[in-house]
């Protein structure tokens, strides 16, 4: 059985990466910095989870220290934790910019960094990007900047840690049936209909259909893939 930490793991794609791995008998550890939400979350899927916020350097050491040395050591990093603010660039309130940025990118870095220490041999790090690392999406252009990061950092920690013998990869959703888009939508900053529209396969990604990208990059099928990002998009980034 592998220990697996999942950042933003009480809701949206993070719990469904957790849930997918608990199913598939792995020791997932969800991690969010709302106390409340990953202790439902954890309780309902079964598994262990620890409160950690992904902007805070401190709170997160201590947290893959605990899980380390809990467990033996970590199997597998999976970075989720995420958010995003939406509005004209150039309105965009600096602040938003700066929230995003700090979770986003500077939450995945620390994680990245503060976990490796921990990682065993073979350990394999999924970092959650997004089809704005390769798409324009106007009126997003924090949450883009932060995505094109996301694959930059995996490629060059790919590199840098082959000799640790731990693999970096990352998933590049599309549009994703989450509270997050859900949000959105109920704000009339979305529409669910014209988006599935523009699918290829006519629909949104669901949680699940990310878990599973996921679990194949930790999984020893994909020993020798590091430095890739997977999209997990219905064809939706190369149809034009």
């Known amino acids: 059985m592998r220990t697996v930490v999942i950042t933003g793991g009480a809701k949206g794609i993070g719990r469904g990466v957790a849930e997918r791995l608990h199913r598939d008998g792995e020791n997932a550890i969800?991690?969010?910095?709302?106390?409340?939400?990953?202790?439902?979350?954890?309780?309902e899927i079964g598994c262990a989870h620890e409160v950690a916020n992904v902007t805070d350097a401190d709170g997160l050491a201590d947290m893959f220290q605990r899980v380390a040395d809990r467990y033996d050591g970590i199997d597998g990093l999976v970075n989720s934790a995420?958010?995003?603010?939406?509005?004209?660039?150039?309105?965009?309130?600096?602040?938003?910019?700066?929230?995003?940025?700090d979770v986003n990118l500077t939450g995945t870095f620390y994680s990245c960094r503060l976990a490796v220490e921990h990682l065993v041999p073979g350990a394999s790090i999924v970092n959650v990007a997004s089809i704005a690392a390769v798409r324009a999406l106007p009126e997003r252009a924090a949450y883009t900047a932060t995505k094109f990061g996301v694959v930059g950092l995996t490629r060059v920690l790919a590199v840098e840690w082959a000799e640790r013998q731990v693999r970096v990869n990352a998933v590049g959703p599309t549009w994703t049936k989450t509270q997050l888009i859900d949000d959105l939508v109920d704000q009339g900053k979305l529409d669910e209909s014209e988006l599935a529209a523009k699918m290829p396969m006519g629909r949104l990604a669901e949680p699940a259909d990310i878990a599973g990208a996921v679990s194949f990059l930790l999984s020893d099928d994909a020993r020798f893939v590091t430095g890739q990002t997977l999209f997990v998009d219905g064809g939706y980034t190369w149809s034009g």
């Open 30 to 43: 969800l991690v969010d910095r709302d106390e409340a939400a990953v202790a439902a979350a954890a309780k």
């Open 82 to 101: 995420g958010l995003t603010r939406t509005g004209p660039t150039a309105t965009l309130p600096l602040d938003d910019w700066q929230q995003v940025i």
